[in-house]
């Protein structure tokens, strides 16, 4: 059921899209909750069929709840962390609602767009094949005094890249999730980048690969969100563009080619963040451990 209601929401925002209608207004102005909420209920649905009548909604709805809230302040810390980088992407109709109705519009928004990357996630596990290909492969253990190293690397990375933006500008993507995984790897609690000291790639690949599916699926909706004259015509105010150094050529949508490969670092970065919530609540969340979808028992 759910998987049509999404449709529905979903369907019906690039509809106007692809009529490029600018009316009603109001709509096409919070168009992004319909986009990404629906289309993490078609995702659901999916998984739900192809996994036997086993989904996040299905078993555990309150996780991804659990995962929409985290999300606003997990995607908040990159719009924070964008400013002193200098913009490398902008909001440039931002400005057709007031400050107050964007700063809302922002948190809202943005609780659904870590939720896309768990039920990619889940997608990607109903996939034998893909799922057993990275599940055996090279163990890769770090000593705890090169991990302490590169922590202190990452933690420069993204201080100094506020005062180099043009060199570091890329530190804004990978830092983060290099400071979590250390950080939980001497707390000792399991992360998805940890099992690859038993060879285990298939978490962090696949989680990787999660928001490579969600961003290119996001660059499409934005580019389509807007009439591409001379003059850039949209009501959504979330339109974004970027102005990446070095690497702002070759675009796929408004994203340069280059630039997709930010997209598997946070993929890495959503589970982690849903991670450091749930140990910090202490919540029994699924996924806490290396496989999250194992339901047969239930």
Known sequence: MWFWLGLLAWGSVVMLFIVKDEKPSWFIHWSDLGLFWG?????????????????????????????????????????????????????PKGNIIDREEFLLYACIISSGLMPLAFEFYCLFKTIPKLTKRFSNGIKIKISDGLQTVILILALLGIFASGLFPDYLFFS?????????????????????????????????????????????????????????????????PAYWQYSLPYVNVLHIFEMPLLGFFGYLPFGIYCWLWWIIWAVILNIPARFLKEDPLHFETE
């Not at 995962?67 to 302040?73: A, D, F, L, T």
């Not at 001497?186 to 060879?199: A, E, F, M, R, T």
């Open 39 to 91: 289309f993490t209920l078609m995702l659901d649905g999916w998984v739900y069929v192809r996994n036997g009548g086993r989904s996040l909604i299905s078993k555990v709805p309150q996780e991804l709840i659990g995962i929409g809230v985290v999300s606003i302040s997990g995607w908040m810390i990159f719009e924070f962390l964008n400013f002193f980088v200098d913009d490398n992407w902008y909001y």
């Open 172 to 236: 804004l993507w990978l830092s983060p999730p290099i400071i979590i995984t250390i950080v939980l790897n001497k707390l000792n609690i399991w992360n998805p980048v940890q099992s690859i000291k038993d060879g285990n790639w298939s978490p962090a690949l696949l989680s990787a690969l999660t928001y490579l599916a969600t961003g290119f699926l996001l660059e499409g909706q934005n580019y389509m969100s807007a009439k591409h004259t001379p003059v850039l015509l949209t009501q959504d």
